[in-house]
Nanobody
Framework: QVQLLETGGGLVQAGGSLRLSCKAS????????VAWYRQAPGKQRELVAS???????VYAESVKGRFTISRDNAKNAQYLQMNMLKPEDTAVYYC????????????????WGRGTQVTVSS
């Protein structure tokens, strides 16, 4: 199996910055697409950004120009740099990864972290 662990959430004032990290562990063969989602109270979970292996990132319109997704394949890690934060960015942020994994046999699946709270005060 594969586990994802997010770190880096917290409380920040509007206009500030935070960097979220997510590290995958387990019997990992390859990490394909990595992504960050968020869920605000009373709202559905939404895609913030995704980054396929070897391809360009895709961002939600609401975060374009402010957030940057990146990855370090050698460390099985992904990051979300969030700048110019707004109160409407307040949510629980989840990392997601599509992973090829397994012991003797290859499997592929989507995995989620438990989430980290980001709160932006006005």
């Amino acid at each position: 199996q594969v586990q994802l662990l997010e770190t880096g959430g917290g409380l920040v004032q509007a206009g500030g910055s935070l960097r979220l990290s997510c590290k995958a562990s387990g019997n990992i063969w390859i990490i394909n697409t990595v992504a960050w989602y968020r869920q605000a109270p009373g709202k559905q979970r939404e895609l913030v950004a995704s980054l396929p292996n070897g391809a360009s990132a895709v961002y939600a319109e609401s975060v374009k120009g402010r957030f940057t997704i990146s990855r370090d394949n050698a460390k099985n890690a992904q990051y979300l740099q969030m700048n110019m934060l707004k109160p409407e960015d307040t949510a629980v942020y989840y990392c997601n990864a599509n992973v090829g994994y397994g012991g003797q046999s290859y499997r592929r699946g989507d995995f989620w972290g438990r989430g980290t709270q980001v709160t932006v005060s006005s």
